[in-house]
């Protein structure tokens, strides 16, 4: 769809990861600092891999609002807390009591290096981390407010984060609808990618309409990856995805591809992208790098 944008995104990703490692290598209490078994799990998780790719969607909005080559000073700090949820979400995500998985981007997951206990308290102290880290952004006091509440709600029970893996556990073995895999995906997946967007525009000052432009923007993009992340679950294998392959037919999880089947979900997926782009036509060339990523979300093959 935009094989131009290839070379691009990758330079894009990797500095990306780059920038967000080292921003979080600093802001998270170091392994040897008490008590150690926290601080080891909570790096564990964070630093066993990933895109970062809510931490780049964010700094990428950021660059488009601020129409400017470079990002805003300190946006990667917002970047670096996103990530920390993120994190935190699939430290909780992958224990016992929901999803019983061993294997997290390659590598085992917390509860199983460190025990369900450890686990727990990890996923709470990277949640909690990030709120401190929000609460001090190098942006305008009411930017840093909106910013705050905005992550808040989309990481609440309310249509955000919490409230979508409620959805999920409740609906398992349960005949999923078209309706149902909607609400899930928007909420569990969805709300933190839309916020992330969001979140890093109103950080490089975007204004009301800038806002509902990439409201819109992260809404299409987040449901688009979620429908790929389905897809992916049963045509690609553990090594591949780095995490354990089948998990959602074997616990007969609401997915798109379990209503709509394979091709449709691709169809679909693209459709969204391209609806996304339409939102932020109008930055023109500063959407480049926001365009190139959000592309990667549908293209990606882990």
Not at 62 to 74: D, I, L
Not at 189 to 214: F, K, N, P, W
Not at 228 to 236: F, I, P
Request: glycine share 8%; with cysteine; hydrophobic share 45%.
């Amino acid at each position: 769809m935009m094989m131009g944008m290839q070379a691009d995104v990758k330079e894009i990703v990797q500095s990306g990861v780059e920038l967000i490692d080292a921003t979080l290598d600093r802001l998270l209490p170091a392994e040897t600092v008490l008590p150690v078994s926290i601080h080891k799990a909570m790096r564990h998780s964070i630093f066993a891999g990933g895109k970062r790719l809510r931490p780049v969607l964010a700094m990428e909005a950021a660059r488009m609002v601020a129409r400017s080559s470079e990002m805003p000073r300190g946006v990667e700090e917002l970047g670096a807390a996103l990530e920390m949820l993120h994190t935190y979400s699939l430290i909780h995500d992958d224990l016992p009591a929901l999803d019983n998985d061993d294997l997290r981007r390659g590598k085992p997951t917390c509860h199983v290096v460190f025990g369900e206990a450890i686990a727990i308290l990890a996923g709470d102290a990277l949640q909690t981390q990030a709120y401190e880290v929000l609460a001090r952004l190098r942006c305008p006091a009411t930017a840093t407010v909106e910013i705050v509440r905005l992550i808040a709600q989309a990481t609440g029970t309310v249509e955000g984060m919490i409230g979508g893996q409620v959805m999920d556990i409740e609906s398992e073995k349960a005949q999923p609808t078209a309706e149902l895999v909607d609400a899930i995906h928007r909420a569990k997946t969805g709300a933190l990618i839309r916020v992330s967007v969001v979140a890093g525009g109103i950080y490089a000052g975007a204004d009301a309409e800038d806002a509902r432009r990439l409201t819109e923007f992260g809404r299409k993009a987040g449901l688009a990856f979620q429908i790929v992340d389905d897809v992916l679950d049963v045509t690609q294998n553990s090594e591949q995805l780095g995490k354990t392959a089948g998990k959602d037919v074997a616990s007969v999880k609401a997915t798109w591809p379990a209503v709509f089947g394979i091709e449709q979900s691709r169809r679909d997926a693209a459709k969204l992208i391209d609806e996304a782009f339409a939102e932020i036509a109008c930055y023109g060339s500063a959407a480049g790098g926001l365009k190139a990523v959000a592309a990667y979300l549908v293209e990606r093959t882990h």
